[in-house]
């Protein structure tokens, strides 16, 4: 869905263009509506992989990855992981991982490496 219907469909009952206007911007910044281009879990995750690492290009496999990762594991906790693994990336054992399907090949190294680097087992999945 995009913006402009998004901003549509919310117009049709609140009567106000502006205000749906308003509802969309709020919603977009409180992480509770996803715009873009596919499914709202596998958008998430391709958005903060490219927030964390500065990729400009997903190609439709990373799509696919994104998507199954998320079916398996839950989009929330792809996103923390690819949170935590941008806070370590210069490390020096740390995996190095360039798109979404690198993640998805090399999830179990990832999470051991975290979990060794945290010293706890809280990245159970």
Request: with cysteine; hydrophobic share 35%; charged share 25%.
């Given at each position: 869905?995009?913006r402009?219907?998004?901003?549509e ?8 263009k502006q205000?749906?206007d308003?509802?969309i911007?709020l919603l977009t910044?409180e ?8 499914l709202?879990?596998v958008d998430s995750i391709v958005?903060k992989f490219?927030?964390t690492?500065g ?6 496999y990373?799509r696919f990855?994104?998507?199954r990762l ?9 996103v923390?992981?690819i949170d ?5 990336t ?5 995996p ?5 399907t690198?993640l998805?090949?090399?999830?179990p190294?990832?999470l051991?490496?975290?979990r060794?680097?945290?010293?706890s087992?809280?990245?159970?999945m």
């Amino acid at each position: 869905m995009d913006r402009k219907h998004a901003v549509e469909l919310i117009d049709v009952v609140v009567k106000n263009k502006q205000t749906s206007d308003m509802v969309i911007e709020l919603l977009t910044n409180e992480g509770l509506l996803v715009l873009g281009y596919g499914l709202a879990t596998v958008d998430s995750i391709v958005n903060k992989f490219t927030e964390t690492f500065g990729t400009t290009k997903t190609s439709k496999y990373d799509r696919f990855a994104a998507n199954r990762l998320a079916t398996k594991y839950g989009s929330q906790s792809i996103v923390g992981i690819i949170d935590m693994l941008g806070a370590t990336t210069g490390d020096k054992y740390c995996p190095v991982v360039n798109n979404i399907t690198q993640l998805e090949e090399k999830l179990p190294s990832i999470l051991n490496y975290l979990r060794k680097k945290s010293d706890s087992s809280t990245l159970n999945m």
